[in-house]
């Protein structure tokens, strides 16, 4: 059994009156379980810009379903106004702008949760991470 | 300016043969610029004991600007691996939420926020002729009645003064004749032929100048367990 750990921290000295530091660390269990997560996908991937304009960046498949998914992009882009729209489905999360990162659990049920993502303003690196499990070797056609 | 970094390390010494760690910090800037996101809702706690979905963060309840760089973080303070909570966005018409995915206790989550919010809708009720006394008009489940004999702009002056649950009621700049209704929410929307009933001499004519809409990035999460549990979450936001 793996030990992955996720951990966050947030801070800033002057958003609001008083210093803000906020800190959470997670350990990564396969779905109810205490058994740690044991499979891992990673990339880095050049999203073009232009037509087509959505890419397919993580299938949703029943090997994923319901389960304690993770993943993790983030856009290396340096200029601030390049960004990545990142939808799951027909649905947009949220921008990427230069820099960003996110992570977030991914339900993964459906074709309708691929998690896709878009390049603006400029063709744009992204480098990402998901740590799932119950995913089985397809036969060779 | 507020500077407010965001970091992330994901760490394993056993996921794979080689040791594995991942570390990223974010700058967080408003979309676009070099400039700090200036808002936040702060640190809040939602506290669930129920298996029904819950609002956890509404665009209404944040002044954030839609499609900018907003930031949400989402944690299960909880303690149980077998306990979670599916987070949603809502989209849509009829709030249909789009599931993203499962927090155990422990978890965490910190994700990009479109935040998108509905457009509320506004039309221009129109009376005309001559209305009695004990006339009535009935809309939204508020009667508004007719004390004594009025004329067209007589009648909207009763209506603009009648508090509408889902309504706020304002006169026309240049017409007396007209009240301009417009939806207190994103997704109140009005029925214009069958919204309204009058019993009445007079008339009332309805004209959608804006159309409602229900897409609205809220934010929702609902608990497998009715057992207590506190869902902190925080938006940073421009």
New interface residues.
């Given amino acids: 059994m793996a030990t992955t750990t996720a951990t966050f921290t947030l801070s800033s000295p002057d958003l609001v009156s008083t210093p803000i530091s906020l800190s959470s660390t997670a350990t990564l269990y396969d779905a109810g379980t205490t058994t740690g997560v044991t499979q891992v996908k990673m990339g880095r991937n050049e999203i073009p810009l232009g037509s087509p304009t959505n890419f397919d960046l993580l299938d949703a498949t029943a090997a994923h379903a319901n389960k304690a998914n993770k993943f993790y992009i983030a856009n290396k882009a340096t200029n601030d106004d390049h960004y990545v729209v990142v939808t799951i489905g027909a649905q947009v999360i949220g921008r990427l702008y230069a820099g960003d990162w996110m992570y977030m659990p991914w339900e993964a049920a459906a074709d309708t949760q691929d998690i896709e993502v878009q390049a603006f303003v400029a063709a744009q690196v992204i480098e990402w991470v998901v740590f799932h499990e119950g995913e089985t070797l397809n036969a060779a056609s | 300016m507020?500077?407010?970094?965001?970091?992330?390390?994901?760490?394993?010494?056993?996921?794979?043969d080689n040791s594995?760690s991942?570390s990223?910090t974010?700058?967080?800037?408003k979309?676009?610029?070099?400039t700090?996101?200036?808002d936040?809702t702060?640190?809040r706690q939602k506290r669930i004991a129920s298996n029904v979905k819950q609002n956890l963060l509404l665009v209404d309840e944040t002044e954030a600007t839609a499609?900018?760089?907003?930031?949400v973080?989402i944690?299960n303070t909880g303690t149980s691996?077998?306990k979670?909570g599916?987070?949603g966005?809502t989209?849509g018409d009829n709030d249909v939420e789009?599931?993203?995915?499962?927090?155990?206790g422990?978890?965490?989550?910190?994700?990009?926020?479109?935040?998108?919010r509905g457009a509320k809708e506004v039309f221009e009720l129109t009376a005309s002729g001559s209305w009695a006394t004990n006339n009535t008009a009935i809309f939204d489940g508020v009667t508004a009645t007719v004390g004594s004999t009025q004329t067209a702009a007589g009648i909207a002056t009763v209506i603009q003064a009648t508090k509408y649950r889902n309504w706020v009621v304002t006169a026309h700049g240049s017409n007396a004749a007209i009240s301009i209704f417009t939806a207190k929410y994103p997704g109140v929307q009005t029925n214009v032929a069958g919204d309204w009933a009058e019993n009445a001499s007079g008339a009332l004519a309805v004209s959608v100048t804006t159309q409602g809409t229900d897409v609205q990035?809220d934010i929702t999460v609902t608990m497998n367990d009715q057992t207590e549990t506190v869902i902190e979450y925080?938006a940073?936001y421009e």
């Fill in positions: 507020a500077t407010t970094t965001a970091s992330i390390t994901l760490s394993s010494s056993d996921i794979m594995l991942i990223n974010a700058t967080l800037t979309a676009g610029t070099a700090g996101l200036p936040t702060s640190l499609l900018k760089a907003n930031k973080y944690k691996t077998a979670y599916t987070v966005i989209s789009i599931k993203l995915g499962r927090l155990y422990g978890d965490w989550m910190f994700i990009p926020w479109n935040a998108v990035d925080m940073i």
